[in-house]
Nanobody, 122 residues
Framework: VQLVESGGGSVQAGGSLKLSCVPSGFIFSTYAMGWYRQAPGKEREFVSSISESGTTTIDADSVKGRFTISRDNVKNTLYLQMNSLKIEDTAMYYC????????????????WGQGTQVTVSS
């Protein structure tokens, strides 16, 4: 199983980025997916999760109204649209996958990607 993230980069505060995650090794449409992030010196934290069909999403309070998780089960791709970025959003962003939607949200998914760096500057 592999999860490959892309789309990270450097952006000024207030800007936008769109992350993508392309999985392989399992049937994407049967797995719940999520995004986590980890800033230097901090623990990994939950960002957003999405059910297998995409009908249910959960967002951390810190990103509500600014980030949108989505998936395309035809293109086998997970997305995270990040708007109104803040300096505190700077972190390594990780894609996560599990057959259980609750496990994705609880920080114990079966699979993790390698991460993509997002840096927000003033």
């Amino acid at each position: 199983v592999q999860l490959v993230e892309s789309g990270g980069g450097s952006v000024q505060a207030g800007g936008s980025l769109k992350l993508s995650c392309v999985p392989s090794g399992f049937i994407f449409s049967t797995y719940a997916m999520g995004w986590y992030r980890q800033a230097p010196g901090k623990e990994r934290e939950f960002v957003s999760s999405i059910s297998e069909s995409g009908t249910t999403t959960i967002d951390a309070d810190s990103v509500k109204g600014r980030f949108t998780i989505s998936r395309d089960n035809v293109k086998n791709t997970l997305y995270l649209q990040m708007n109104s970025l803040k300096i505190e959003d700077t972190a390594m962003y990780y894609c996560a996958a599990d057959y259980s939607f609750s496990r994705v949200g609880l920080g114990s998914p079966s699979y993790w990607g390698q991460g993509t760096q997002v840096t927000v500057s003033s």
